[in-house]
């Protein structure tokens, strides 16, 4: 009897022994992560993968939660499997070195627009893998595409031309800031240099001195532009920034390591925006001079020191200026005393409509010259302009991507920031209106190609200052 007993006990061990043996044993030796932390979409369809560090020991799954930013399921993407309650389970068979999942974008991002999935590994079944924090989530992002097509009426604010408008055809965006909110700008490329606000007709002129607590006397010669209603006088172009938008034709000399090799310069800050109406279809965009400063500028490191001082002050004031490397310039205001937002970064604006500061030969040589419903190009960082006439043998409508002539954008006209300046308008100060008989093919930094015209440079009430435009991605 004891020996049948003692049989069923080894018996019940055996078998005991061998469910044991059968069961799944953790294995915190393995790991599972994304191998990046983000995905930049370049095709609709996308694998989404997770790595094991070493091959699975056991059949399981994962579990992923979906977060959506700027985006709904069936509408701009889908996934296989499909989401359940914004979460998606994946199986795995023993073995494996990775789980994925099929990515399908159904509609792409506008630039300007914010559209991303968030997957974030939130278990595996059994349990026992180590899932790393750094690496248990990936963001999968919509790409920008550019803006087909659009219309904008840039709002410059009238025939006082209160406002310089930046537009960036991609994002179909039009950023618009008061002209006189600043009066210089800090170069944030690789040279040292400054610019002056050409729309409020700014001008410097170097003096022989770097010591700011001298004295300085007003010279009635450091003036610009040309307006008959306000008595503005026309200026030495040796005292404006050059026109054609090069930054090695500033005023303002580079700024030198050597802080002795610095001169003081006496600025005329321009003008005021009138306040004074003008007749239909005339501008009078200049009011009050705004009178004179005194700076000097030095470096600071790898940024800008900015001194100034009122010209009878024998005392001045001291800002470090940081040079941004995402924006053509950071702007610095006088009536602030301090940094102010201006251009939208480098990448992100393509136009400005402005008043601008150009040179101008009235009969008796070069003279600096007030214009409005002046159109700038921003050649700082890569876009280029060319004008197409009618009477090439082409329309508007009938223009294609292959009718571009890629070379033209290399010609010294396209890379002047001026390509279309003035050139799009007749300038009548009774009926101005737009020049019908051309329109303009433009390259953005980031290589898109489009074409535009000009619909508008008076509201319905004949007042000047109100441009419209419309554009078209040629591709």
Known sequence: MKRIVLLLFVFAGIVFTGCQEEEVIPDPQNSVAFAHPEIDLIGDNTTVSVAFADPAAYAGSITFSVTETGVAYGTDFTTSPEPVNHSI??????????????????VKAYEGETKNVVFTITGIDPQG??????????????????????????????????NQVFVDLSSGTATAVARTSWDLGFYGGDEFRVVLNGATNMAAKQLNSNDLTQLVTVDDTVAVGEDTGSGIQNGNPAYVDGPDGSITHTAIAE???????????LVNLGYKVSTILPNAGSVNAYGDARGWIKIRVLRDGINYKLQYANVDSTTFQ??????????????????????????PEKAKWDLNFTSFTDVANLGSGLLSYAYQDFIVT????????????NSAGISYEDFTLADVASAN???????????????????????????????????????NVYKLRFTAITNAAGERGNPAFEYELLR
Not at 255 to 265: I, L, P, Q, R
Not at 378 to 389: D, I, Q, W
């Open 89 to 106: 389970t994946i199986p795995f068979e023993a073995g494996a070195s990775s789980v994925s999942f099929l990515f399908t974008r159904l």
């Open 409 to 447: 954008f290399d010609l010294a006209a396209s890379i002047d920031q001026r390509a279309i300046g003035t050139k799009w308008r007749n300038d009548g100060s009774a009926s101005p209106d737009v020049k019908s008989d051309r329109f303009y093919i433009l390259k953005d930094g980031a290589g």
């Open 255 to 265: 700024v030198s390591a050597n802080d002795g090799d610095n001169k003081v310069y």
């Open 318 to 343: 001291e800002v470090s200026i940081e040079k941004k490397a995402a924006f053509n310039f950071t702007f610095f205001s006088f009536n602030t005393n301090a940094v102010v937002n201006v251009e």
């Open 378 to 389: 921003n050649t700082k960082s890569g876009t280029r302009a060319y004008e197409v006439l």
């Open 129 to 162: 893998i180590l899932i790393p924090d750094a690496t248990r989530r990936v963001q999968v992002n919509f790409d920008e595409t550019p803006v087909l097509s659009g219309e904008i009426a840039p709002e410059v604010g009238g025939p006082n031309v209160p």
